[in-house]
């Protein structure tokens, strides 16, 4: 269960330089940090947000943090240029979380975290975007407050943040958004259970994350609850890497352009005027192919 540098690139790189250490850290502490020192042979969970791929996204903290890891257990969201900056001795553990593939079990992870922690171990836990959103470390921390461990939370870029960004699509342009909403399309028990009357309001974009596979359910939703056909829409794959695909279309069109693009998770949807930017704003040239569909003329 604990292996794996399958994911980890050959040519792992180095942060900061030759010898494997930090230079020189941002921050006040001895080692530059701001955060607490573990106490000499105790140990301390650090949970990371890894952001949505580009490993120039990191903060300079995830960065030290990563150089200074003994081991790190890690979702499969957490990129490989990411992972091949986590120190070479440290021990890297694969949580998985696709969604039907827990290679460990979340009970797991919890009392491996307290585990390698009690034998003062510097463990980081690294999830993809930041671990506060749609990302269950809220939980995990929970769960070492609650066993006497140690633990500090490094925030990353969310892929909504990412996403939005990489895409050319500015969450709340003043023109088009005076609020934005983070929702997740995970069905519970068998159905997108969600506030669709607040969803469905103008003035505001909304980002859903995990929502690929019920692309077509939730736009069916947004306008049955009042949005028109042709209310702006768009999915960005894998946000921010070499990877990244943007297909842009509107509520009606834009489930069969993903469908036709093989659209596939990590992606998010973005729905709401301002998607309509993206033809003026994408800068961001990934490597694969880029679906620049723009959007039929926005609902006056
Ligand atoms: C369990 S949630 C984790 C979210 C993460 N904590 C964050 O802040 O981005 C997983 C979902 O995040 C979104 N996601 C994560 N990384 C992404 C990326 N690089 N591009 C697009 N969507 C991404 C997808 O919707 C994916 O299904």
């Known amino acids: 269960m604990h292996d794996s540098r399958k994911k980890r690139p050959a040519s792992a790189g180095q942060v900061f330089g030759p010898g494997g250490s930090a230079s020189r850290a941002p921050g006040g502490g001895k080692d530059g940090s701001h955060g607490v020192a573990?106490?000499?042979?105790?140990?301390?969970?650090?949970?990371?947000?890894?952001?949505?791929?580009?490993?120039?996204?990191?903060t300079l903290k995830a960065a030290r943090l990563l150089q200074q890891a003994d081991a790190c257990i890690y979702d499969h969201l957490v990129s490989n240029d990411v992972l091949g900056l986590v120190r070479r001795n440290a021990e890297l553990i694969y949580a998985g979380k696709e969604?039907?593939?827990?290679?460990?079990?979340?009970?797991?992870?919890?009392?491996?975290?307290v585990a390698l922690a009690r034998k003062g171990k510097r463990v980081l836990r690294l999830k993809g975007g930041d671990p506060f959103i749609f990302g269950r470390g809220g939980e995990e921390m929970q769960f070492l407050a609650e066993?006497?461990?140690?633990?500090?939370?490094?925030?990353g870029v969310t892929s909504a943040s990412g996403a939005s960004t990489y895409g050319g699509i500015p969450l709340t342009h003043r023109?088009?958004?005076?609020?934005?909403?983070?929702?997740?399309?995970?069905?519970?028990?068998?159905?997108?259970?969600?506030?669709?009357?607040?969803?469905?309001?103008?003035?505001?974009?909304?980002?859903?994350?995990?929502?690929?596979?019920?692309?077509a359910e939730i736009c069916e939703r947004l306008k049955a609850h009042g949005l028109?056909?042709?209310?702006?829409?768009?999915?960005?794959?894998?946000?921010?890497?070499?990877?990244?695909?943007?297909?842009?279309?509107?509520?009606?069109?834009?489930?069969g352009r993903a469908a036709h693009a093989g659209l596939e998770p990590p992606a998010?949807?973005?729905v709401g005027e301002v998607v309509k930017l993206r033809g003026e704003l994408g800068w961001f040239d990934s490597d694969a192919e880029s679906l620049i569909t723009h959007p039929e003329p926005a609902h006056a």
């Open 38 to 58: 573990p106490q000499r042979g105790r140990g301390m969970v650090y949970l990371v947000g890894a952001g949505p791929g580009d490993p120039e996204l990191l």
């Open 99 to 113: 969604k039907s593939n827990h290679a460990l079990p979340q009970a797991e992870i919890n009392a491996l975290l």
């Open 147 to 155: 066993h006497g461990v140690p633990f500090e939370v490094v925030p």
């Open 175 to 215: 023109d088009y958004a005076q609020a934005c909403v983070f929702v997740t399309g995970h069905r519970k028990h068998g159905a997108c259970d969600l506030d669709w009357p607040m969803l469905a309001r103008r003035n505001q974009t909304v980002v859903v994350y995990m929502g690929v596979g019920q692309l």
């Open 228 to 255: 028109p056909g042709d209310w702006p829409a768009a999915a960005v794959e894998r946000a921010t890497t070499r990877k990244q695909r943007v297909v842009t279309g509107t509520l009606t069109t834009l489930p």
């Open 268 to 270: 998010l949807i973005i």
